[in-house]
């Protein structure tokens, strides 16, 4: 599987940017989708995820401000942001976690980060 993503940028405090990551499915089922970040000097963190069933779970520091969605196909997942705050700025990822067909195995795969940086 292979995640493309896109959105990121700069935005002033209390600004909305939106991330988009589309992925190829090859020979596999895309399950859950979802975007972690990693900030300068810290761990990467889950900021949000949906299943395919669209059953959805957030970090609590970004609930009531970011909703993630995904398109009816299920190969491409939305991040909207909205009322960013400076410690939202770090590199976000899409990742999703994936069925190879005829098989059980799940794997994880991740794309390219996309720097995302809130000025204050």
């Known amino acids: 599987v292979q995640l493309q993503a896109s959105g990121g940028g700069l935005v002033q405090a209390g600004g909305s940017l939106t991330l988009s990551c589309a992925a190829s499915?090859?020979?596999?089922?895309?399950?859950?989708m979802g975007w972690y970040r990693q900030a300068p000097g810290k761990q990467r963190e889950l900021v949000a995820g949906?299943?395919?069933?669209?059953?959805?779970t957030y970090a609590d520091s970004v609930k009531e401000r970011f909703s993630i969605s995904r398109d009816n196909a299920g190969d491409t997942v939305l991040l909207q942001m909205d009322s960013l705050k400076p410690e939202d700025t770090a590199v976000y990822y899409c990742?999703?976690?994936?069925?190879?067909?005829?098989?059980?195995?799940?794997?994880?795969?991740w794309g390219q980060g996309t720097q995302v940086t809130v000025s204050s």
């Open positions: 990742n999703t976690q994936a069925t190879r067909y005829g098989t059980s195995y799940v794997y994880s795969f």
């Open positions: 949906i299943t395919r069933g669209g059953v959805t």
């Open positions: 499915r090859n020979s596999f089922s895309i399950n859950t």
